[in-house]
């Protein structure tokens, strides 16, 4: 079994910066990737970012490049999602997952509870 706990949501400005957290648990976690993926109301899940534990290979999706990082700390067994420049397009809840090094969310195993983001106009 993997856990894994977001933090970081809240309100922003359009413009503005907010940094995600996900905690990582479990025996298994290290053998995967780990994924960020949205979900805005009325909207299917959709893919973010996603990074490897081990060589921390990245991908993003196209709507957040240049403007969203993910990046990890292996020792404190966190992956983070630091978003810059903020519309009100990203307003979602945002999800980690673990699972393959993957831009469908269907190929995710874990999920973690979500986290609110919402970028006022």
């Known amino acids: 079994q993997v856990h894994l706990v977001e933090s970081g949501g809240g309100l922003v400005q359009t413009g503005g910066s907010l940094r995600l957290s996900c905690a990582a648990s479990?025996?298994?976690?290290?053998?995967?990737?780990m994924g960020w993926f949205r979900q805005a109301s009325g909207k299917e899940r959709e893919f973010v970012a996603a990074?490897?534990?081990?060589?921390?290979?990245?991908k993003y999706a196209d709507s957040v490049k240049g403007r969203f990082s993910i990046s990890k700390d292996n020792s404190k067994n966190t992956v983070y999602l630091q978003m810059n420049s903020l519309k009100p397009e990203d307003t979602a809840v945002y999800y980690c997952a673990s699972g393959p090094y993957s831009t469908a969310y269907s190929a995710y195993n874990y999920w973690g509870q979500g986290t609110q983001v919402t970028v006022s106009s």
């Open positions: 990074i490897t534990w081990t060589v921390g290979d990245r």
């Open positions: 479990g025996r298994t976690f290290r053998d995967y990737a």
